[in-house]
T-cell receptor
Framework: DVKVTQSSRYLVKRTGEKVFLECVQD?????MFWYRQDPGLGLRLIYF???????EKGDIPEGYSVSREKKERFSLILESASTNQTSMYLC?????????????FGPGTRLTVL | DQQVKQNSPSLSVQEGRISILNCDYTNSMFDYFLWYKKYPAEGPTFLISISSIKDKNEDGRFTVFLNKSAKHLSLHIVPSQPGDSAVYFCAASARNFNKFYFGSGTKLNVKP
């Protein structure tokens, strides 16, 4: 059974703080993803990684960075949090077989930036 | 510009009846489609998928229909149960893509 865990379920930060969101998967998946979910906008891809130390920008990377030092762990970093980054953040992972694969999601982190 | 659209933000259905959730896409390169279900305070969970070589895929109470010419897919839930109440997202991708495009979601409420 695939398990994707995220370090926090709820997080409250102040404007300007540096924020780290951690994601860990236990299925040896190559691909990992960070999304944010906002009402009426669905899931929007922030960054993804298809291998250790590799990263690619998604649709809305501005204001975010990522780190993947180990295969099982993918971190999302908000260098200087702003109120418009208040959102639900979802991490996902998938196996890479050359064909599109099902993504498995973590439970999400509800981030509030005051 | 959203490439995958779910134009109905919400849907209410009586228990035992059919729920039909719709999804439209614009990119003709898409050849793989999925539906995810999301409960509050949980991450989305995979429900059912369909490849463009098919026009229907069935899994128990859930059936996904794909109309390539109309660039439209739909998810049918028969019979609907209160436990099906959740937000449903459709997603699309293609063989050469390395990411999925998600719709904005439809909140389904199944009334007992």
């Amino acid at each position: 059974d695939v398990k994707v865990t995220q370090s926090s379920r709820y997080l409250v930060k102040r404007t300007g703080e540096k924020v780290f969101l951690e994601c860990v998967q236990d299925m040896d998946h190559e691909n990992m993803f960070w999304y944010r979910q906002d009402p009426g906008l669905g899931l929007r891809l922030i960054y993804f990684s298809y291998d250790v130390k590799m990263k690619e920008k998604g649709d809305i990377p501005e204001g975010y960075s990522v780190s993947r030092e180990k295969k099982e762990r993918f971190s999302l970093i908000l260098e200087s949090a702003s109120t418009n980054q208040t959102s639900m953040y979802l991490c996902a992972s998938s196996q890479r077989t050359g064909v599109t694969d099902t993504q498995y999601f973590g439970p999400g982190t509800r981030l509030t930036v005051l | 510009d959203q490439q995958v659209k779910q134009n109905s933000p919400s849907l209410s259905v009586q228990e035992g009846r059919i729920s039909i959730l719709n999804c439209d896409y614009t990119n003709s390169m898409f050849d793989y489609f999925l539906w995810y279900k999301k409960y509050p305070a949980e991450g989305p969970t995979f429900l059912i998928s369909i490849s463009s070589i098919k026009d229907k895929n069935e899994d128990g109470r859930f059936t996904v229909f794909l109309n390539k010419s109309a660039k439209h897919l739909s998810l049918h839930i028969v019979p609907s149960q209160p436990g099906d109440s959740a937000v449903y997202f459709c997603a699309a991708s293609a063989r050469n893509f390395n990411k999925f495009y998600f719709g904005s979601g439809t909140k389904l409420n199944v009334k007992p």
